[in-house]
C-alpha cells in the first residue's frame, strides 16, 4: 500500500540550530517527492521537490533534501533555523505517470525556542 | 506562474445552509484538480478528484451528495458543501496538477458551521 510517514509528531528546536525532519514512503516506484510547510491557519507552500536527477535538492527559506532509494526517505534539513519557520512540515509523494493522488504524511509540527 | 486562487478564504454558516468554494488556476488549464479536507492538527486528506467534463472521483468514505465537485471548465473548479452542519467545519484545500512539474495549491478556505 501506499504511504507517507513521518515518524515525529512534533519537534522543539533553540533558533539557530540546525533541523532535521523525517519522511519515509511506501510506494510500488520511485514517485514525485515534495515537501510543504504550512503556517497557521494557511494553506500550503512548496518547500521543494524531487523528481529525478540529484538526490540532494535545495529548496527555498534555506531547506534543503535528500533522497534514499535505499531508505526510501527523503528527510528535510536546514542547517540554521530561524524563528520564522515555526509551522507545519508536510511530505507528500505523487505519481510521476499518471494524474493520480498525492499521498500527505501525517505532518511535523516544529517550534522553535528564541 | 501557475497559480489557483481559491475563494473565500474564510466562511461563516448557519447549519443546513450550503456554502460553495471555488478554485481558479490563473495562468495554466488545470485538466485535474484535487479537493482535500484538513482537521485541525491532522494531515490532508483527499476528498475527491475532478477532472474538467466529467463527474469526480470520491474517495471512500466521502459522501458525494453532500460535497458537490463540479470543474466545468479547465480553470474553474468548485466544492459546494450542501446541508452543511458542524461537523463539516475543516479546512479546505484545492490543488492541480502541473504537467511535469508537481502540483500546486490553493490558500484553503476555513468553513465554520455554526
Known amino acids: 500500500a501506499q504511504s507517507v510517514t513521518q515518524p515525529d509528531i512534533h519537534i522543539t528546536v533553540s533558533e539557530g540550530a540546525s533541523l532535521e525532519l523525517r519522511c519515509n514512503y511506501s510506494y510500488g516506484a520511485t514517485p514525485y517527492l515534495f515537501w510543504y510547510v504550512q503556517s497557521p491557519g494557511q494553506g500550503l507552500q512548496l518547500l521543494l521537490k524531487y523528481f529525478s536527477g540529484d538526490t540532494l535538492v535545495q529548496g527555498i527559506k534555506g531547506f534543503e533534501a535528500e533522497f534514499k532509494r535505499s531508505q526510501s526517505s527523503f528527510n528535510l534539513r536546514k542547517p540554521s533555523v530561524h524563528w520564522s519557520d515555526a509551522a507545519e512540515y508536510f511530505c507528500?509523494?505523487?505519481?510521476?505517470?499518471?494524474?493520480?493522488?498525492?499521498?500527505f504524511g501525517p505532518g511535523t509540527s516544529l517550534s522553535v525556542i528564541p | 506562474g501557475a497559480v489557483v486562487s481559491q475563494h473565500p478564504s474564510r466562511v461563516i454558516c448557519k447549519s443546513g445552509t450550503s456554502v460553495k468554494i471555488e478554485c481558479r488556476s490563473l495562468d495554466f488549464q488545470a485538466t485535474t484538480m484535487f479537493w482535500y479536507r484538513q482537521f485541525p492538527k491532522q494531515s490532508l486528506m483527499l476528498m475527491a478528484t475532478s477532472n474538467e467534463g466529467s463527474k469526480a472521483t470520491y474517495e471512500q468514505g466521502v459522501e458525494k451528495d453532500k460535497f458537490l465537485i463540479n470543474h466545468a471548465s479547465l480553470t474553474l473548479s468548485t466544492l459546494t458543501v450542501t446541508s452543511a452542519h458542524p461537523e463539516d467545519s475543516s479546512f479546505y484545500i484545492c490543488?492541480?496538477?502541473?504537467?511535469?512539474?508537481?502540483?500546486?495549491f490553493g490558500s484553503g478556505t476555513r468553513l465554520t458551521v455554526v
Open positions: 507528500a509523494v505523487g505519481p510521476k505517470t499518471s494524474y493520480d493522488k498525492v499521498i
Open positions: 490543488s492541480a496538477r502541473l504537467t511535469g512539474n508537481g502540483y500546486t
